[in-house]
C-alpha cells in the first residue's frame, strides 16, 4: 500500500511503486542502484517526493508520497538506549540534495539509524546527502556528509557505534537552537541581534557578517557566501539561521534549500517575542494580527511547511488550491481579529474620555527598548503614590529587550498636589516591523492623546544617538513630533560606573534636540527623581482655581480630601460648617463644584 498524496496519480505508477515491497535489500547495503534510479525517476514526473522506510534486514516497511517539498513519515517507534533500526531514503524534487531542517529534526526525534535525501532533476540525481544521530557532551545531536554515491556505502558500523554509546551512557535528546547571526548592516546591529537572540533563549553560536549595498534578490548575501555559511553550520553544529534584513519568502525558501537548515529573519525574532512576553488579551491579539499579516505575503518561503506553488503551465494542481485556502484562511482571520481589537480600543477609549472628563493629565512613557521604563514608572508610582492606601503594583522591568509589552496606566501625585496618569508603553527597536507598529497602534494612542511625553533613553549605550532616532521616527509615523517632550536620559549610574565618556554624546543630543527639556536621572539610585517631578509639573499646563469653600460639617472627607490632593490655604470651622480657601486641581473642582461659595 502506497500510503500519502496519491490524489492524481495513474494506476500504473502506484503499481510500480507497489512492487518495491517485494525487494529485500542485502543486509548492510543501503540501497540498491535500481531502486534509487525508479524512485528519482518517478519523483521527478510526478513532482512530489517519494519516501521509503527501511528497516535492518533490507525490508521496505513503507512507502510514501508527498508534494514537492515534504513527506509524511510512517509511525515508528522510539526507544530511550537504541535506534529505531529504520532509515529513510527520500528524494528531493527540483534538485536540491541537501537535507532540509525538518528532516535533521526528524532524524533526532525518532532516533533513526539514518535519513539520506537523494536530489532530482531532468538531469536524473544531483546528489545526496546523508546524515546520522550523534552525541556530543551527552546530547544527542547528529552529523552529516555529501556523497557522490550511496550504493556501496557502509552504514551499518557507525549505527552500531552510536547505539553502544546509548546502552552505556544517559544519553539526554538536545532541544537547544543553536543560531548563527547574519548581517549586512553594520556589527552593531548584530550585537543586538544577538540580544534579541538571548530574549527568546536561543544560544548564538557564530556570526556572520558581510557588508553589501546591494543585496541579492534570492540569498541576500549571493550565491557563493551562502555555500560558505553552509560550511560554517556544519562546523559551528547549528540548526538555525538568523538574518538581521526582513527577508522575502523567496529568499527564505532559496537559503533554507541551500543550506538545509531553518531560517528566520529579524521580524520573526520579534514577533516570537512579542507572543512570548504578550500577557492581555489585547496584546496576544495584536501579536497575532501582526504575525498573521507578516505570513499573509510569505506563504512560498515556508519551504518544509507552506511551500505548495509549482510555477509554469500545466502545474496547477493541489498545490495551488493549498496555498489559496491557506491564503483566505489568514485574511479571514486578520478580519476577525481586527473586529476584537477594535472592541477593545472603544472600551479603551470609553477608560481615556472617563480620566478626560477627571482633568488629570495624561504622561506617556515612551522610548527604546531595554532602556528601563518599566524600572522608572515602578520606582515614580512607589515614591509618589497617589493615593498611600493603595496596594503597591509593579509592571515586569527586566534586563531584557521587550520585557514589557502591555500598556499600564497608573496615578502620581505631583508637589503641587495634582494627579497625573503614567503610562508604560512597549519599547521601540531600530527596524521595528510596520505590522507591529500598525498592530499595537491601539495600544500606542495612549500616546497620541498624552499631555506630556517622557522620552526615556539609555545614556551609557553607545548607540543612545541612534535610538533616539528610532524613537522619533516612530513618534513621527503617530504624528506626535509636537507634543510637549522631555528626554529622560537614564542609566547615569551604570555610564559613571563603567567610566564612560558621555560629554561628546551629551553635547550632540543637546544640539540635535534642542527642543527637549533635557534631565540626567537613574532609576536604580534613584538620582534626579525629585527634579524629574518637577520638570514634569512646569511642563503640564495647570488648570487651577482658587475658591473658597464651605462644607458641611457631615461631609468631613471632602475637607480630608482636599488636605490630600489640593493646597489649602486656610481653614476655619464656623457654625455652617468648615470654610476653606484653597487652590483646587481640575479633578478637585469638578468634584467640589456643590460647595464652592466664592470663586476668585
Known amino acids: 500500500m502506497i500510503n500519502g498524496n496519491i490524489e492524481g496519480l495513474k494506476e500504473f505508477l502506484l503499481n510500480q511503486l507497489n512492487e518495491l515491497y517485494e525487494i529485500k535489500i542485502e543486509k548492510g547495503k543501503l540501497i540498491d542502484a535500481e531502486i534509487v534510479k525508479f524512485i528519482a525517476e518517478i519523483s521527478n514526473k510526478i513532482n512530489r517526493e517519494i519516501n521509503l522506510a527501511i528497516d535492518r534486514n533490507g525490508n521496505i516497511v ?16 522510539v526507544y530511550e538506549r537504541r535506534l529505531s533500526g529504520i532509515r529513510i531514503i527520500h528524494t528531493h524534487p527540483g534538485g536540491n540534495p541537501h537535507l532540509s ?36 557532551n551527552e546530547e544527542l545531536t547528529y552529523e ?17 557505534e552510536i547505539e553502544e554509546y546509548l546502552k552505556k551512557r544517559n544519553v539526554v535528546e538536545d532541544d537547544t537552537e543553536y543560531a548563527i547571526l547574519v548581517g549586512i548592516d553594520d556589527e552593531e546591529s548584530l550585537e543586538e541581534l544577538k540580544e534579541l537572540a538571548y530574549a527568546c533563549d536561543l544560544k548564538v553560536v557564530g556570526r556572520f557578517f558581510q557588508k553589501r549595498k546591494k543585496v541579492d534578490p534570492l540569498f541576500l548575501i549571493g550565491s557563493g557566501k551562502i555555500q560558505e555559511l553552509a560550511l560554517n553550520i556544519q562546523i559551528q553544529r547549528a540548526n538555525l539561521l538568523i538574518f538581521d534584513e526582513e527577508l522575502s519568502g523567496l529568499q527564505l525558501k532559496c537559503i533554507e534549500e541551500a543550506t538545509g537548515c531553518k531560517v528566520i529573519d529579524r521580524t520573526t525574532l520579534i514577533l516570537e517575542i512579542f507572543a512570548r512576553r504578550a500577557k492581555t488579551r489585547e496584546a496576544k491579539l495584536q501579536v497575532e494580527l501582526a504575525q498573521l499579516k507578516y505570513r499573509s505575503n510569505r506563504l512560498i518561503g515556508f519551504g518544509v511547511t507552506m511551500s505548495r506553488l509549482g510555477g509554469g503551465v500545466g502545474t496547477k494542481g493541489p498545490g495551488e488550491k493549498k496555498l489559496e485556502i491557506d491564503r483566505r484562511l489568514i485574511r479571514k482571520n486578520i478580519t476577525i481579529l481586527k473586529d476584537e481589537l477594535e472592541a477593545i480600543r472603544k472600551v479603551r477609549n470609553t477608560q481615556r474620555e472617563k480620566r478626560e472628563e477627571s482633568g488629570i493629565p495624561r504622561v506617556s512613557l515612551v522610548g527604546y527598548t531595554n532602556v528601563g521604563k518599566s524600572t522608572l514608572r515602578n520606582i515614580l508610582v512607589d515614591l509618589y503614590p497617589s493615593d498611600k492606601t493603595l496596594k503597591k503594583e509593579e509592571v515586569l522591568s527586566k534586563d531584557m529587550l521587550f520585557a514589557t509589552l502591555d500598556t499600564t496606566t497608573r496615578t502620581v501625585a505631583l508637589k503641587d498636589k495634582r494627579i497625573i496618569s503614567l503610562t508604560d508603553t512597549v519599547g521601540f527597536i531600530k527596524k521595528l516591523p510596520h505590522d507591529l507598529v500598525e498592530s499595537f497602534k491601539s495600544t500606542l494612542e495612549e500616546v497620541i492623546f498624552s499631555d506630556l511625553i517622557l522620552h526615556v533613553a539609555d545614556i551609557s549605550a553607545a548607540d543612545v544617538i541612534e535610538q533616539i532616532d528610532s524613537v522619533e521616527k516612530v513618534l513621527d509615523e503617530l504624528k506626535c513630533l509636537d507634543k510637549a517632550k522631555i528626554l529622560v536620559l537614564n542609566k547615569i549610574d551604570k555610564a559613571r560606573e563603567e567610566n564612560l565618556d558621555i560629554e561628546s554624546r551629551i ?64 481653614e476655619e470651622y464656623i457654625n455652617e460648617g468648615i470654610r476653606i480657601e484653597a487652590i483646587l486641581n481640575e479633578r478637585e473642582y469638578n468634584l467640589c463644584k456643590a460647595y464652592i461659595i466664592e470663586e476668585n
Open 62 to 77: 513503507e512507502i510514501s508520497i508527498g508534494d514537492s517539498s515534504s513527506v509524511n513519515l510512517p509511525p515508528i517507534t
Open 101 to 136: 531542517s525538518v528532516d535533521i529534526s526528524a532524524l533526532i526525534k525518532l532516533k533513526l539509524d539514518c535519513i539520506i535525501s537523494i536530489g532530482v532533476s531532468e538531469i536524473g540525481v544531483t546528489g545526496y546527502e546523508i546524515a546520522f544521530c550523534n552525541i556530543v
Open 144 to 160: 552529516k556528509q555529501f556523497l557522490k554515491e550511496i550504493e556501496n556505502f557502509q552504514y551499518l558500523e557507525k549505527v552500531k
Open 507 to 570: 553635547e550632540e543630543i543637546k544640539e540635535k534636540y534642542h527642543n527637549y527639556s533635557l534631565i540626567f536621572t537613574s532609576a536604580v539610585s534613584k538620582e534626579n527623581l525629585d527634579d524629574l517631578m518637577d520638570l514634569i509639573k512646569d511642563n503640564l499646563a495647570s488648570k487651577s482655581h482658587s475658591c473658597t469653600l464651605l462644607i458641611p460639617y457631615s461631609n468631613t472627607d471632602i475637607s480630608a480630601m482636599l488636605h490630600r490632593n489640593a493646597i489649602v490655604k486656610s
